[in-house]
């Protein structure tokens, strides 16, 4: 079974400066997703980013980038110039490449605050 | 486009009875899928429906059901309900089955039980 760790429980981070999310994960499959989650106060589930397990380069959107080692099993987020707007818990999630396996196995989340 | 519906966003029962909880996906998609969301345990996976058939299932007792309509609306049903059983609930849609078929959440229901 494949399992999600983040071992940073909470993080803070200044208002304009950057911080980095680490996630770990164990699969014996070599083709999968994983995905970068965000969970504001309106408790809704948004995606902030997402990486194939078969590209090599790394994704990025906007001010969010990853930094995924594949050999290694890390799947960090860095946000850039962070903003008021990002504080949230952040979850990150694993997906089976297998057509029909949409079941996210989640890490039990890291919680963001941004100071003014 | 509106996005995944979740009703009701609060709910408290008391133990021993039975809840049901409703999700609408976005227009289109034909994947649900619900979870589990508790202080403790985190996020699990209770389980999918696709074309009104259950075609995932997580590790929950029997207790928890679902079922998809013909339109795509999930419910599901937590019967004989225990303290543990409180948390958010959350549903996700997914247009389809593809792989990499990205998943859209709903804001959940925060179920209360007493």
């Known amino acids: 079974a494949q399992t999600v760790t983040q071992s940073q429980p909470e993080m803070s981070v200044q208002e304009a400066e950057t911080v980095t999310l680490s996630c770990t994960y164990d699969t014996s499959e070599s083709d999968y997703y994983l995905f970068w989650y965000k969970q504001p106060p309106s408790r809704q589930m948004i995606l902030v980013i997402r990486q194939e397990a078969y590209k090599q380069q790394n994704a990025t959107e906007n001010r969010f980038s990853v930094n995924f080692q594949k050999a290694a099993k890390s799947f960090s987020l860095k946000i850039s110039d962070s903003q008021l707007g990002d504080a949230a818990m952040y979850f990150c999630a694993y997906r089976s490449a297998r057509t029909g396996a949409q079941k996210l196995v989640f890490g039990q989340g890291t919680r963001l605050t941004i100071n003014p | 486009k509106a996005g995944v519906t979740q009703t009701p966003r609060y709910l408290i029962k008391t133990r021993g009875q039975q809840v049901t909880l409703s999700c609408s996906p976005i227009?289109?998609?034909?994947?649900v899928s619900w979870y589990q969301q508790t202080p403790g345990q985190g996020l699990q996976f209770l389980f999918e429906?696709?074309?009104?058939?259950?075609?995932n299932k997580g590790n929950f007792p029997g207790r928890f059901s679902g079922r998809q309509f013909s339109n795509s609306r999930s419910e599901m049903n937590v019967s004989t309900l225990e303290l543990g059983d409180s948390a958010l609930y959350l549903c996700?849609?997914?247009?389809?089955?593809?792989?990499?078929?990205?998943?859209?959440f709903g804001n959940g229901t925060r179920l209360t039980v007493t």
């Open positions: 996700a849609s997914s247009l389809d089955r593809s792989r990499g078929s990205p998943l859209h």
């Open positions: 227009s289109g998609h034909r994947s």
């Open positions: 429906y696709f074309s009104e058939t259950q075609r």
